[in-house]
């Protein structure tokens, strides 16, 4: 899939400095770059890194000089790279048809150039849409719906009666429509509530390995168009996820919990049920939002989560308590002594 | 499956007040009922919210005045409302059978009513008893043993000679009878210590999606009767667990650790390796029993774990530090001010 | 498999005292010997717990005395004994052979003596080396590569192009080489940077149920010699990790963190995203090591990750917290109380 500078710098409508008509045959990080392969270069530190290396060209930023090095010029070099990378590797795309050892129930429906791995199995009244891809050992259960040039990869789970939208990947061991976490307690123990609802997922969504997506109890849990989310997250039943957001690993939210758009979680974070994160919150690692309570647009950090700046003052705190337990005890011993003094 | 008001009312021994004969023939949640459906109200918070909906029949605490809907008065509507739901909308029972691309091997044996759902696999001498369900692409190794009624969704791994009571649960991705995680260290590196125990899971017990259980190192690893555990779980080696627990996603129960009867363990908690947790205890969210410690029946909170008023406690001590910090300066200052008058 | 107490202590260069000709079929903890059964006393603790049991031979240290019961005495009683359940209870070895249902892509190559079972997927130009063990449903994806010996139980995914070393275990429900979590945030939302890394694992590396390995972005994420993972852990990619390493269930290792060799992380930690932990650390449960910093050999506690010491005197410091702004209070009142002695 060998390109030339110029080819690529069309591509994502950049400006070639240099040799326009040297080949690029794949990409490579900045300290790894060979004759043949391009690189980036987001900031001027890593621009002695690249330039050391000997990639046939760089992706850079209007502001730095690669010299000699033949160069791709954009605002937004990270950008420009990925997609130069999405068309020097292309992701191999298997054939249509359904593999011999995969069993599709006949009243499921297969849209054109769909491609089902080996012992992948689609169940009763599902549909896979125009070029969707089942890998190896999926399962799609009964009435489940997977949109258009959507992918699923190796031992996936949708279950029964889910929806996917468009272009939605799915990574391996990724388990959608697992029933919600729902008991009524009473004398005699735990009785089930029945977990009725569905998953419906939008376009353009991904989410890693092994995470969990649960259905909702009466009505669907719902994930937004655009949003990402990483590998062993935990969704509960009835989670309402709006657009383009992310949502790092291990993290998990609770159940009922309203997620705006562009919210963005970073990893191991908890969200608890019934909790609202509007537009635009971001939460860094680790962080704890309560449960039934609003959280504003803004960054927030801690358990329990807090505004950033209050959060990061209560743990610089914590970090001089010891001294200052030191001096409270000091300054007490002080006082008393002019108190009393004998 | 639609069925009368006084027949619901019926199977959950409740009173009808209003038309009995209104056809029922599905479930919703409070804002959302719609004619032909029955959805339920649990404290009079709801209350307009369900009748402002438009459902024909809501089931209600008898303090609670519906006006001219149809009503099911019991003391819990929630659990009669579960017992409704499952009324309604029976789970799909598989059909008796062996699907042609599942494996069951010579030596296994199966009950009456089983169904072994596509591309599963049945290994030598494992057992399934009557009326059990083994969803597509299931694996019970050798030996496992697989109780009366129990159902087995897709994907799921039972490791062998690993024995499940009657009427288990376990959702997709589930693995049980993983190896347990002990080495011993010496000058080399890890020697594995051999993990020969197996894991036994009581009656009633259900477990989420991708929640991993390890088998014991010698002795077993034991669920007890109706334990219901959530998705991403991790039980490790020799756990032990008692009856009715309730363990929610994401928490993780360290080596030997032992639980009680009616514990439960909310989201993201840590069981420290050989910690007891006795009947009863309740580990709020993110909590942490410290290793090698009993803890008391009562609430928790914190890492590590302390009762849960004193854990807020400090919690709200550590809000107020910030403040307490500048007030030490200044009283500090003031005192050494005093002190040394020049 | 029984051997006599001679022939264990032969195996694991130990000194028989009293009658070596016992013969001994299994192994049992301490507490549940019985006649036939071996057990091991690492510590005086334990030996009278062990002698009240009735196993017909004790493996312990030279300290120890254990009257009339035969004894194996070696200075590491757990690793002997560790090496004696090995040879007792040897893990059966499937036989030779790709199960009927078992599908094999005609461009794979398989060594000797290699085993695959019932419904897997060994894809094109993959290979798995003599001794290999593929267990029921796996998939080893497109151009996968699996080394010597290596084990790889129900339900694994290996993804394209993955390296595995020789003698490697992997647990139910691993999946190696899920995409890394990478995108380029732009005005129209994330546009997702391709990971076209694998993941290249040593030998005699052990991976834990449901645990997620990422593939590097462009460079491979790396797992060294003899390092064990436990269950449900999340290792993003370009991920580097050294020899000997321990990680725990459920912790998370963030892109491109590079730990060094015999580092061990206790369970439900996070290591932040370009995180060094140089050899020898060891992270204790729930430490949150900082991303972009450098933790030299040594034992950390907390969030942030902090030397053992500082982090318990500052968790000591918050349990004493309550107390400390009572006595400020107290004695800001007393100072004031003096300034103005109206």
Redesign the interface.
Known sequence: MSQTVSQLAERVGGQVRGDGSVEIHG???AE?GKPGEISFVQTAEFLKTALAARASCLIVHPSLDTGSVPAIVVD?P??A???V??AL?P??APAEGV?A?A?VEPSATLGRGVHV?????I?EDARCADGVVI???T?V??GACIGRDSYL???V?V?ADCVLGERV?L???V?VG??G?G??T?AG??????Q?GTVQIGD?V?V???T?I?RG???PTRIGN?T?I???V?I?HNVQIG??C?I???S?L?GSAVIGDRVMIL??C?V?DHTILEDGVILT??T?AL?HKTHAGGVYFG??ARPIKEGM??????????D??R??TR??R??RA??DPD
Request: charge should be neutral; include cysteine.
């Open positions: 990409g490579a990080s790894n937004d990270k950008l790279f990925a997609r990378l999405r590797h992701r191999p593999h050892s069993v791995g080996a012992q992948a199995y169940g890998g190896a050992g399962v259960e009964r990869h190796s031992r789970v279950g990947e990574h391996s061991g388990v697992s029933d976490f008991y009524v009473h123990g735990q009785e089930k509530f029945p009725l353009d991904e890693g390995a092994n969990t649960d109890a009466l009505d655009g990402k990483d590998n062993l935990q509960a657009e383009h992310l790092c690993a291990q998990g609770a990893g191991q908890a608890g690692a680790r704890a449960p358990a329990p003052r209560q743990m610089a705190a914590v970090t001089r308590l010891p200052a337990l001096k409270l300054l007490e002080e006082v002019r108190r």
